[in-house]
């Protein structure tokens, strides 16, 4: 079973930061990527940030300079820095591990992602 905890959420006044962490346990088989993604109420669920296998990462246009993602792949752990935070920001912020594919030899593969059940982020003054 694969599990991923998230913790780190919370509320702060703009321009202040948070440090999201997220940890995995399970057989996971190998991992493309683990990233954050976010929802605000009554918008769909977007990229924040993601960081693959081989350490690229990628992030929204709306937090680059601001959040920094990274990662410990000894403790299968993904985390997200977010500096000068502003009310926009406020969102269920939720973990993503992308499975490595499986290809099949008669062709096609197989992937997953996996999910935390998320965690809130508040900016308000």
């Known amino acids: 079973q694969v599990q991923l905890v998230e913790s780190g959420g919370g509320l702060v006044q703009p321009g202040g930061s948070l440090r999201l962490s997220c940890a995995a346990s399970?057989?996971?088989?190998?991992?493309?990527?683990m990233g954050w993604y976010r929802q605000a109420p009554g918008k769909e669920r977007e990229l924040v940030a993601t960081?693959?296998?081989?350490?690229?990462?990628n992030y929204a246009d709306s937090v680059k300079g601001r959040f920094t993602i990274s990662r410990d792949s000894a403790k299968n752990t993904v985390y997200l820095q977010m500096n000068s935070l502003k009310p926009e920001d406020t969102a269920v912020y939720y973990c993503?591990?992308?499975?490595?594919?499986?290809?099949?030899?008669?062709?096609?593969?197989?992937?997953?992602?996996?999910w935390g059940q998320g965690t809130q982020v508040t900016v308000s003054s």
């Open positions: 993503n591990i992308e499975r490595a594919r499986t290809y099949y030899s008669a062709g096609g593969y197989y992937t997953h992602d996996y």
């Open positions: 399970g057989s996971i088989f190998a991992i493309a990527s």
């Open positions: 960081i693959t296998s081989g350490g690229n990462t």
